[in-house]
């Protein structure tokens, strides 16, 4: 009997994808969203994200296969829920029901978890500090707040990102420490950063949903707690790119990412797994935005979803074209979406030749006509990079809505990121 019903489900699944294959590209995951994505199925995503599109997005099109319109843009120019208001957040997939009968799984409710989509949570709005971050505490008092990077290393030794470090962390307010840069092998973000925090740098550790699952995500924010990390970017992350491709995880996105965070913080249990915790991560979450993912209504969609995730600040990607920042903070601060997240403005510090070679390369990176005229024709493009970032610097000063400036260094000497800061008027 059992045998005979499993084929019969087996008929009905096959069935169903042939047929919804042929209307959707179906990819069987058995929890169908279609209904909360305009009839686009979400799925058909290279990174399977299921709740909008990666910072990786440029022109309209796919970050993975850039010759394709990425699916998100479509489900959002169709959907008028994903236009006006929050857009919903729905639940990763239960990998259990892949390659069953959506049908089935509807009917007898099995795919209710994952299709109906989470309730969004209530937040205390205090003024007060909600977490031990110093980061979080200048941003509450209204300073505007200086932020940089270093990279973990990919072997053993940390004395050169220490010294690194050592050189910027009096002049900064947090360091972001960055790890498995495309996909490649490193010590993980959230031990380098326990190295900073013992040198008494306010560290932002960075966690990224290639990289991670569900588990391995929340044993990371149980590391920081313990290590004193009171920071995490959430970070979709860059699709590998290397040969062979490894595979990639995407267990969650970006928002879900903030979601379990968020959760844990204000209701010390683990989502996913209902796990109670006597002493639960508590870290101030923050993410990425790209302003210049077009349409602008997408990217002001997106800090939405993410804002009632649980984000509570914003870096965003590098600025080249300060025009189309302008207009979208104009947009930010019509919403009123400054009230809820800390925005800071990621700015470049262009002063390696390579560097600027591979900006193209960057996923969600597109270099207006005038700044690339500006560095082609430069002699000096250290200097010239450093002249760009500290006029970036003052002028993001006077945007209304941004808490503070990200500086990117795209080259190896971090005593530049000193020359750009020096002399200039921070707000304090």
């Not at 379990?260 to 870290?283: C, G, M, Q, V, W």
């Not at 591979?358 to 000096?380: A, H, W, Y």
Request: overall charge positive; some cysteine; aromatic content about 8%.
């Amino acid at each position: 009997m059992n045998i005979l019903k499993s084929g019969i489900l087996k008929s009905i699944a096959t069935s169903e994808a042939f047929v919804k294959g042929m209307m959707f590209d179906c990819r069987t995951c058995g929890q169908c969203v279609l209904t909360n994505t305009a009839m686009v199925c979400p799925m058909r995503c290279p990174k399977g994200l299921r709740n909008g599109p990666c910072g990786g997005t440029i022109g309209e099109k796919c970050e993975v296969y850039p010759d394709r319109k990425c699916v998100w843009i479509r489900i959002y120019k169709r959907s008028n829920q994903r236009k006006l208001g929050t857009p919903i957040l729905i639940s990763s997939p239960d990998s259990n029901l892949y390659h069953t009968s959506s049908v089935i799984n509807y009917l007898n409710g099995e795919d209710k978890p994952t299709r109906i989509p989470l309730k969004y949570l209530t937040f205390n709005q205090s003024e007060e500090c909600q977490t031990l971050s110093k980061l979080e505490c200048k941003l509450k008092q209204g300073q505007f707040v200086l932020t940089c990077e270093v990279r973990a290393p990919r072997e053993g030794d940390f004395s050169h990102m220490l010294n690194e470090a050592r050189l910027v962390g009096k002049s900064f307010d947090a360091i972001n420490v960055t790890a498995f840069l495309n996909g490649k092998p490193s010590l993980p973000s959230a031990l380098a950063a326990s190295k900073l925090v013992k040198e008494g740098i306010e560290a932002i550790s960075q966690a990224t949903c290639r990289d991670h699952t569900k588990t391995s995500f929340v044993a990371e924010l149980l590391q920081n707690k313990m290590s004193g990390v009171h920071n995490i970017l959430c970070l979709t992350g860059d699709s590998y790119t290397g040969t062979p491709k490894i595979k990639q995880v995407f267990d969650m996105d970006s928002s879900l990412m903030l979601y379990e965070a968020r959760h844990i913080r204000e209701k010390s249990e683990i989502n996913f797994t209902k796990y109670i915790l006597k002493d639960p991560p508590r870290l101030f979450l923050g993410a990425a935005i790209n302003p210049f993912t077009t349409p602008l209504f997408i990217p002001i969609q997106r800090l939405k979803q993410k804002a009632a995730a649980g984000a509570d600040f914003i870096q965003t990607q590098i600025i080249l074209n300060l025009p189309v920042f302008r207009n979208f903070m104009h947009r930010v601060v019509e919403e009123k979406l400054n009230e809820k997240l800390f925005i800071l403005a990621g700015v470049p510090v262009i002063i390696s030749k390579n560097a600027y070679k591979m900006l193209p390369n960057i996923p969600g990176v597109s270099i207006p006509p005038e700044i690339k005229k500006r560095f082609d024709n430069t002699q000096d493009i250290r200097q010239e990079g450093i002249g760009y970032a500290r006029e970036m610097l003052i002028e993001m000063q006077q945007i209304q809505g941004v808490s503070g400036v990200h500086l990117m260094l795209l080259g190896s000497d971090h005593s530049a990121l000193l020359e750009v800061i020096e002399g200039i008027y921070i707000k304090k």
